[in-house]
């Protein structure tokens, strides 16, 4: 290895050397014969590259040699020669577009590695036409350039930029390639929501760009309705008849459109209706009778089965009654036992005799090894180890989710090194676990977790994570040494910029002062968020005050109140926060029945439910974000 780094520091003092022997005046003309070589491909290793360059006479060669030389080394690993490679010859290198823009492309690599993402998007900035006219570039330049802005814009999370460098990619493109292209960005495009849409869609600078997003909106805004979304995208492709996505609309799209939306007029709801989570189901039921009072569509039935006696006879009855769809069970257990239910001979003769009735069949025509047709179904729960299906779906109000929720929230605020005070019990650990996975996944770094246990261990805790303790035992082993005795403050942690708690509501009164009066007065305060787990039952003022400052997840429909959660608080006064949200996961249950086929289909369709902005995952589960709201002033105020 050292014999290596020697052999690079000698050809680049000779590299040097050539450069200076150039500048002298010489006594006569020297000609110089140009050989063509190439940047688009990297096909030597960067020693050889150098060597060349070195004995080069022509200046621009010979910067094209070093600039093959810094783009091998990056292939092979080596991003720090690469970097001083590329500044020896930064002050006098040949002003060729090409020349420039791969010095400006490569810089931008290295930065990539060894400093932020931002810092490689600053140099990596090419000029504009109108800021210099003669800047023509060949294809396979343009091609890495946007490929790579694309890349770094989805690094930092910037998925509009992303689809920009994208747009502009597919014309250096074949048709092939750029198919492939479209349907990255129709993919990007699909978590964005329907608001941030509409401030690009009239973006004038770059037409393809903007057609991207209109079309993106369109499919968003009119999912729920496919003739009004057929109709839409008729009048869009009119009007962008030259977009890309005009003659070959993108694979998910495609798909989409052929697929049929779920409209059932028999709806079955499995429910333990009766025995000790008769009380939970209950709450559920009112949802799902609320959303149907309120649609009034009296071509639909709604009927309840109870699942006290076990899943598998209520969903046999069910079926038996003629449900074309089915919402529940609700508990875990009741989902483990129909994930595993076979299909019996009995009800597979009877779904034979209806199908085949419906098509003037004889039930001798059906061959014997026919297996009846699954029944679209909601389930009211989630399990871990499941196969996913077409018409299964999991709708579930996850504590893990909701930490994974967070996680993105932290992320998106700018939050760097979130600090997770957790309550030691089941509950806290999975939703820490599922908050620090995804915080890996966001950032490549670890999420920094203390359990606390109740009590006065809590405040231990409190201390610790925030360095309180080992600030105490400096001082006190500072004012054992010296005499006359000094007064001196203790000093909390300056490298942690927010605080997660996961705290029952209990917890979170004695919580959050403790974090107050344990930050040292020398350190800013930092930004403290929790989950609806923590949200305190009740709404005096004074308890609200108490929480001033922090920032919590709920379901929408408890961050803002309305006219319905008046309603509620007046027909059920006693029920806690966790049963109104019970309420509403029902009350949404049944909105989503008819948009479950499109939201699946349309990977990012978004159904801005009361629990949450819902979206399908490719697996079928139900994936649920919050909106956030912050105590100030006494208030639970939305952000």
């Known amino acids: 290895m050292l014999k290596r780094l020697n052999s690079t520091k000698f050809i680049l003092i000779a590299i040097l050397s050539a450069v200076l022997f150039g500048c002298g005046t010489p006594t006569a003309p020297v000609k110089t014969e140009k050989t063509e070589v190439s940047l688009s491909s990297v096909t030597m290793a960067s020693s050889q590259y150098l060597a060349l360059a070195a004995n080069e006479k022509n200046r621009e060669t010979r910067d094209k040699y070093v600039l093959l ?12 020669a690469a970097d001083k490679t590329l500044k020896s010859i930064a002050q006098d290198i040949t002003q060729k577009p090409e020349l420039l823009a791969e010095h400006k492309y490569l810089s931008a690599r290295v930065l990539e590695v060894i400093s932020t993402y931002n810092h490689a998007l600053e140099v990596l900035d090419y000029p504009s036409n109108w800021q210099l006219p003669n800047w023509q570039l060949p294809n396979w330049q343009w091609v890495s350039y946007y490929q790579f802005k694309a890349r770094l814009y989805q690094q930092i999370n910037q998925p509009i930029e992303q689809v920009r460098q994208l747009s502009l990619l597919s014309q250096y493109l074949p048709a092939a390639q750029a198919y492939e292209v479209n349907d990255e960005i129709w993919r990007s495009l699909q978590p964005i929501n329907e608001q941030t849409l509409l401030s690009f869609r009239d973006d004038r600078s770059n037409p393809i760009f903007a057609g991207w997003v209109q079309l993106a909106y369109i499919t968003k805004h009119y999912a729920i309705n496919p003739n009004d979304l057929v109709r839409q995208l008729g009048s869009w492709q009119q009007l962008n008849p030259s977009h890309p996505a005009a003659a070959k609309l993108p694979t998910d799209l495609e798909k989409a459109l052929n697929t049929k939306p779920y409209q059932p007029k028999n709806i079955a709801v499995l429910l333990p209706l009766t025995g000790s989570r008769a009380v939970v189901a209950n709450v559920v039921k009112q949802g799902i009778i609320a959303n149907y009072m309120a649609t009034a569509d009296d071509s ?13 006879d209520a969903y046999q009855q069910a079926v038996t009654a003629g449900a074309e769809f089915i919402i529940g069970p609700l508990l875990q257990s009741e989902v483990e036992q129909l994930q595993d239910m076979a299909v019996t001979p009995a009800t597979t003769e009877s779904t034979q005799l209806s199908s085949t009735a419906n098509r003037g069949v004889t039930p001798a025509a059906v061959p014997s090894t ?4 699954s029944i679209p179904q909601l389930y009211l729960n989630h399990i871990d180890n499941f196969t996913p299906q077409d018409d299964k779906f999991f709708f579930a109000l996850s504590p893990t989710d909701e930490a994974i929720d967070a996680a993105q929230r932290l992320y998106n605020d700018g939050i760097e090194q979130p600090l997770l005070l957790v309550s030691n019990d089941a509950v806290g650990h999975r939703m820490a676990e599922s908050f620090s996975e995804a915080w890996q996944l966001l950032t490549q770094k670890p999420a920094e977790i203390h359990y606390y246990d109740a009590g006065d261990k809590m405040k231990v805790t409190v201390q610790k994570a925030l360095g309180v303790i080992d600030s105490k035992e400096r001082i006190a082993r500072i004012k054992a040494i010296l005499t006359p005795k000094i007064e001196a403050d203790f000093r909390s942690r300056r490298d942690i910029d927010a605080i997660y708690m996961i705290s029952a509501s209990r917890d979170l009164l004695l919580l959050k002062p403790f974090i107050d009066v344990n930050f040292s007065v020398f350190a800013e305060p930092v930004p403290l968020y929790t989950t609806s787990r923590s949200r305190v039952e009740s709404n005096s003022r004074e308890t609200a005050s108490e929480l001033n400052n922090l920032t919590i997840s709920d379901i929408p429909w408890l961050i803002t109140p309305n006219t319905e959660t008046r309603m509620v608080n007046e027909l059920w006064p006693k029920w806690s926060n966790s049963r109104k949200r019970l309420y509403i996961m029902g009350y949404d249950a049944l909105d989503l029945v008819g948009k479950l086929a499109q939201m ?3 990977p990012g369709y978004q159904f801005s439910g009361r629990s949450g902005v819902l979206s399908v995952q490719p697996d079928g589960t139900i994936n649920r974000q919050l909106s956030w709201g912050r105590y100030q002033r006494g208030n639970l105020r939305p952000l």
């Open 69 to 80: 030389a810094a783009h091998a080394l990056l292939n092979e690993g080596n991003t720090n």
């Open 300 to 312: 639909v039935s709604v009927k309840f089965f109870d699942t006290a006696a076990g899943a598998q």
């Open 370 to 373: 026919q297996i009846a047709k």
């Open 600 to 602: 699946r289909a349309l």
